[in-house]
T-cell receptor
Framework: EAQVTQNPRYLITVTGKKLTVTCSQN?????MSWYRQDPGLGLRQIYY???????DKGDVPEGYKVSRKEKRNFPLILESPSPNQTSLYFC????????????FGQGTRLTVV | SQKIEQNSEALNIQEGKTATLTCNYT??????LQWYRQDPGRGPVFLLL?????KEKRKERLKVTFDTTLKQSLFHITASQPADSATYLC?????????????FGKGTHLIIQP
C-alpha cells in the first residue's frame, strides 16, 4: 500500500529542546515536501526536496532544517523550537511528470511550551 | 504576489443537492490544478487533477472545471451526502511539472445537512 509515514503523531516539547519529526515514503518518489497548517493560514510549504541531497526552502523555512540522505526519508529538524512553531505538520511525497499528485502523511501535532 | 482564494466561510448544502466550491487565483500560470479533501486532523487526500488545456474533468459524483481566462476552477459534488462534509482544498502547480511543489488554497469547509 502506498504510504507516507510520519512520526510522532503528537509531540509536546519545551522551548529550545531539539526535535526531529521523521517522514518515510514507500513509493520511490523523488519529490518530498514539508508543510505546516495553521488556522486561517492554510497549508504553507516549509522545505522541499527534488531528489537525494537536493533540498530547497519553501515559503516559511525559518527555524527548520531538513535532510535527504536517501530517497525514502525526509526528516524535519527543529534545532531550537519556539512556541510559534506550535502547529500541525504534514509531510508529502509527490509524483512528478504527470501532475504532481501529493500523498500526505497522517500529520504531527506539535506543541512547544 | 501570487494568491489562491477559496471561500473561507463554511458552505452549507442540503443532502441530495449539488455543492459548488470555487477556487480563484491571481498572478499565477498553473500547468494544472488539483483538488483535495481534508478531514479534521488528517492529511489532505487527492481527488482530481485538471490540466491547463482541459476544460472539465469528472470522477463519479465529482466534476471540476478550469477556466484559465477567468483564472478560476469550480468543484462540484452532485447528489451530495453527509459523508461529503469536509474541507476541500485547491492546489496549483506552476508550469514545469511542479518543481516548486504545490501551493494550496486555505480551503472551504463544506457541510452537507441531512
Amino acid at each position: 500500500e502506498a504510504q507516507v509515514t510520519q512520526n510522532p503523531r503528537y509531540l509536546i516539547t519545551v522551548t529550545g529542546k531539539k526535535l526531529t519529526v521523521t517522514c518515510s515514503q514507500n513509493m520511490n518518489h523523488e519529490y518530498m515536501s514539508w508543510y505546516r497548517q495553521d488556522p486561517g493560514l492554510g497549508l504553507r510549504q516549509i522545505y522541499y526536496s527534488m531528489n537525494v541531497e537536493v533540498t530547497d526552502k519553501g515559503d516559511v523555512p525559518e527555524g527548520y532544517k531538513v535532510s535527504r540522505k536517501e530517497k525514502r526519508n525526509f526528516p524535519l529538524i527543529l534545532e531550537s523550537p519556539s512556541p510559534n512553531q506550535t502547529s500541525l505538520y504534514f509531510c508529502a511525497s509527490l509524483t512528478t511528470g504527470q501532475g504532481g499528485e501529493a500523498f500526505f502523511g497522517q500529520g504531527t501535532r506539535l506543541t512547544v511550551v | 504576489s501570487q494568491k489562491i482564494e477559496q471561500n473561507s466561510e463554511a458552505l452549507n448544502i442540503q443532502e441530495g443537492k449539488t455543492a459548488t466550491l470555487t477556487c480563484n487565483y491571481t498572478n499565477y500560470s498553473p500547468a494544472y490544478l488539483q483538488w483535495y479533501r481534508q478531514d479534521p486532523g488528517r492529511g489532505p487526500v487527492f481527488l482530481l487533477l485538471i490540466r491547463e488545456n482541459e476544460k472539465e474533468k469528472r470522477k463519479e459524483r465529482l466534476k471540476v472545471t478550469f477556466d484559465t481566462t477567468l483564472k478560476q476552477s469550480l468543484f462540484h459534488i452532485t447528489a451530495s451526502q453527509p459523508a461529503d462534509s469536509a474541507t476541500y482544498l485547491c492546489a496549483l502547480a506552476a508550469t514545469g511539472g511542479g518543481a516548486d511543489g504545490l501551493t494550496f488554497g486555505k480551503g472551504t469547509h463544506l457541510i452537507i445537512q441531512p
